[in-house]
C-alpha cells in the first residue's frame, strides 16, 4: 500500500476485535497565503478537509492560534513572568510589544459548507461549534479567512531575528488540534511542544518579489520563481507553491538575502541550505552539505529510512527548532555547532516528524531519543575525523548520567509523565526531556544489550512510522524484540522518581578457593546488575544479575557475560559465589561503564 494513502483510513487493524484497533485522524489543508512586508501581515484563505477516522460523533472542533502568544497578558507572557527560570529568549520581552509588534490572528469567518459557523478565540485555542456533527470515519470541509501579524523575532516565530532573517514562519496558521483515543488535545500554546493531524498539505505564498522562501515541502511552480531568479526591485508579487504529502506541519521562512545550496544525494534526493551567514561562517556552511550526506546514511542504518523527497536547513528561528522536510536554526556557529545543530534537528524527522508522539505528553520520546540519535552519530562523525576538534568518546553518555544525577539529588528532579507545559522550572524539564530521556535508551542497553536495543529501534520504526505512538507502544516494541518484561521498568522510569542504588560489600572466603560477594539495594528503584571482577593478573569475569521481574533475559547476555540467577525485587540483600579467593581479586565493580543512573558510585566499587 502506498503510504501517503495511510492517513485516510479509518484504522490500522491488528486483532480481530474492533476494540483493538487503532484508529488516526487526518487532514487536507490548501493555504493561499498573500503577504504584505510593509505591514508584516498576511491574509490567508484556508481550505480544509477534516477526515474523522474515529468512532466518535464530534460537535466542536478546535484550532491552534499560535501567534496570539505574543501578546501582553498571554498565557505565554505570564508563564514567563512567574516560571522560576524564564526563558531567557522570552523573559519580560513579549510584555513590552507595542501593537505593531505583537502577533495576532484576526479571524474573518469560519464556513462549513458555506454556512458561517460560531466560535469563540481563548487565547492561542479556537473554539469552533459545529452546526451539524461530524459522524464516525465521514469528512467535513472547512474554510477559514483571517489576517495574522507577525511578531518581533522571540520565540521560533518571528520577524527580524538577531542573525537578519526577515521571517521565520513556524506556527503560522490556524492549526486543527488533535483528537485521539483520549479526546482533544486543545493545549494553550506556551512556547513548548505541540501536536498534529497527519495530512498532506498545498501552500501557495504571494510575496514581494525580492524575497528568497524556503519551507516544508516540494516547490511545484520551482519553473516560475526560485531563489536564484528573485528580483532586486519591489514589483508584482510572486507565488511560491509548496506540496508536501504525510506530514503534521507545515513551515516557512523568507529572506531576500538568502544564499540557496542544493545537494543532490545518490538516490535523486534533496539537501537544501539557505543561509545568510556572516563571511566567517559561510564557509561552514559550505562545508557542511557533505557531512549530512555521510550522517544520514548512519542514521537510516541505525533509525530507518528518511522517507521524504527534500530536507532543508534554513538559517532563522531561535536556535533551531523541527518541523516535516525543514529545521529553522540559527547559523552563525563553529563547524561543530553546526553539524551539531543540524544533526538534532533532522534526526527529530525520526522522533516526531514520522513517529509523531504527542509531543506535550511525552517530550521525552522526541526530545530524548533525538538526542540519544544526535549523540551516537555525532560520536560516529568523529571517528570518521570530519569535523576539528570533535574527538571520538568510547562512553559518548557518561557525562548525561553524571549530570541527571547531580540534578535529582541536589536539587529533585519530577517524572517524566509530567506534562511538558506544567513542569515546575525550565531547567526541570530541559533536564527530563533531552538527559534523562535520552537516558532511556542507555538504561534499555543496560537491560537488555546494545544489539537488542539497536533491533528494537528499528522494529519500533517500522511498526509506528507515520502514526502516534506512546510510551507504553514504545516499550512493548523493545518486550516483543527482547523477550524480556519491561513493565517494571517502564512505571519506575516514567511515572516515579525513585533512585537507583546498589552497593558492594567485602568479599569474605568461605573456602580457601571461594569468596563470597555481598550486594545490596538501598535505592527504591530496583535493577538488574552487570558485574566486573577484575582477578590480579588483569583477568576480567563478567556477570549478569537480572532482575526476577525481567522474568527472561536478552540473548546478548548470554553470548558474553555469565548470567546470575535473578535477584527477587522484594528481597534488598544478594549474594554472589566467586570462583577465587578474596586475596586473588584485584577490583570489584558494579555498572563499570556507567550507564546506570546510580546516584551513589563510591558504593559501586571495591579494592583491597
Not at 444 to 470: C, F, M, Q, T
Request: charged share 25%; proline share 4%.
Amino acid at each position: 500500500m502506498n503510504k501517503l494513502c495511510i492517513l485516510f483510513l479509518a484504522c490500522f487493524c491488528t486483532m480481530a476485535s474492533a476494540q483493538d484497533c487503532y484508529w488516526q485522524q487526518g487532514v487536507e489543508y490548501v493555504i493561499d497565503v498573500d503577504f504584505d512586508t510593509e505591514k508584516h501581515q498576511y491574509e490567508i484563505d484556508q481550505k480544509m478537509i477534516f477526515h474523522n477516522n474515529s468512532p466518535d460523533t464530534l460537535k466542536e472542533l478546535f484550532f491552534h492560534a499560535f501567534l496570539n502568544a505574543f501578546q501582553p497578558y498571554s498565557d505565554m507572557d505570564i508563564r514567563s513572568h512567574t516560571i522560576a527560570d524564564p526563558d531567557r529568549r522570552v523573559g519580560k520581552r513579549i510584555r513590552a510589544l507595542t501593537s505593531s509588534e505583537i502577533g495576532f490572528h484576526e479571524i474573518h469567518w469560519i464556513k462549513s459548507e458555506n454556512k458561517k459557523l460560531d466560535f469563540n478565540v481563548e487565547g492561542t485555542i479556537v473554539h469552533v461549534f459545529l452546526d451539524q456533527v461530524i459522524l464516525p470515519h465521514s469528512s467535513k470541509n472547512l474554510q477559514l479567512q483571517y489576517k495574522s501579524q507577525i511578531p518581533i523575532q522571540i520565540r521560533r516565530n518571528g520577524r527580524n531575528n538577531s542573525e537578519g532573517i526577515d521571517y521565520s514562519m513556524a506556527q503560522w496558521y490556524l492549526k486543527l488540534c488533535n483528537y485521539d483515543k483520549e479526546g482533544w488535545h486543545a493545549d494553550p500554546y506556551i512556547g513548548r511542544e505541540f501536536y498534529g493531524i497527519w495530512g498532506n498539505y498545498k501552500v501557495n505564498i504571494k510575496m514581494d518579489p525580492r524575497y528568497c522562501v524556503a519551507a516544508t515541502g516540494v516547490q511545484s511552480n520551482s519553473g516560475d520563481v526560485n531563489c536564484e531568479s528573485k528580483s532586486s526591485k519591489p514589483g508584482k508579487a510572486k507565488e511560491w507553491i509548496f506540496e508536501a504529502k504525510n506530514v503534521h506541519d507545515f513551515v516557512w521562512a523568507a529572506d531576500p538575502d538568502y544564499t540557496r545550496d542544493v545537494y543532490s544525494l545518490a538516490d535523486g534526493r534533496t539537501l537544501q541550505f539557505y543561509y545568510q551567514a556572516k563571511e566567517k561562517y559561510a564557509d561552514q556552511w559550505k562545508k557542511l552539505p557533505a557531512i549530512m550526506d555521510t550522517a544520514l546514511r548512519f542514521m537510516e542504518q541505525h533509525f530507518g529510512p528518511y522517507t521524504y523527497p527534500t530536507y532543508s536547513f534554513i538559517q532563522g528561528g531561535d536556535g533551531g527548532m523541527e518541523y516535516p522536510m525543514a529545521t529553522l536554526i540559527t547559523g552563525n556557529r563553529s563547524l561543530h555547532s553546526l553539524v551539531g545543530v543540524s544533526i538534532h534537528e533532522w534526526m527529530h524527522s525520526w522522533y516526531q516528524m514520522m513517529l509523531a508522539t504527542n509531543e506535550s505528553k511525552y517530550a521525552w520520546m522526541d526530545e530524548g531519543f533525538t538526542s540519544y540519535a544526535e549523540a551516537i552519530t555525532m560520536n560516529y562523525l568523529a571517528q570518521k575525523n570530519l569535523i576539528d576538534g570533535l574527538k571520538y568518546d568510547e562512553f559518548p553518555f557518561q557525562e548525561s548520567v553524571i549530570q541527571w544525577v547531580n540534578f535529582c539529588t541536589n536539587i529533585g528532579d519530577e517524572p517524566l509523565s509530567v506534562h511538558a507545559d506544567h513542569f515546575k522550572s525550565n531547567r526541570a524539564y530541559g533536564l527530563a526531556a533531552y538527559t534523562k530521556g535520552s537516558l532511556t535508551i542507555l538504561e534499555l542497553e543496560y537491560i537488555l544489550g546494545k544489539e537488542s536495543v539497536s533491533k528494537g529501534l528499528l522494529n519500533y520504526y517500522y511498526a509506528w512510522r507515520y502514526k502516534h505512538p506512546d510510551a507504553n507502544d514504545f516499550f512493548r516494541v523493545m518486550e516483543k524484540t527482547s523477550n524480556v518484561e519491561l513493565d517494571w521498568f517502564r512505571d519506575y522510569w516514567v511515572y516515579t522518581t525513585d533512585q537507583v542504588d546498589y552497593s558492594l560489600g567485602e568479599p569474605r572466603d568461605t573456602l580457601k578457593t571461594l569468596a563470597v560477594l555481598d550486594l545490596k539495594r538501598i535505592g527504591t528503584f530496583p535493577m538488574p546488575i552487570q558485574l566486573r571482577v577484575i582477578d590480579n593478573k588483569d583477568k576480567v569475569y563478567q556477570y549478569f544479575i537480572p532482575l526476577d521481574l525481567m522474568r527472561n533475559i536478552s540473548q546478548d547476555f548470554s553470548k558474553e557475560i555469565k548470567v546470575l540467577k535473578a535477584w527477587n525485587w522484594v528481597n534488598p540483600d544478594y549474594q554472589v559465589l566467586l570462583p577465587f579467593s578474596k586475596d586473588q581479586i584485584k577490583e570489584i565493580s558494579i555498572d563499570p561503564d556507567v550507564m546506570t543512573i546510580d546516584v551513589d558510585r563510591e558504593n559501586n566499587i571495591w579494592k583491597p
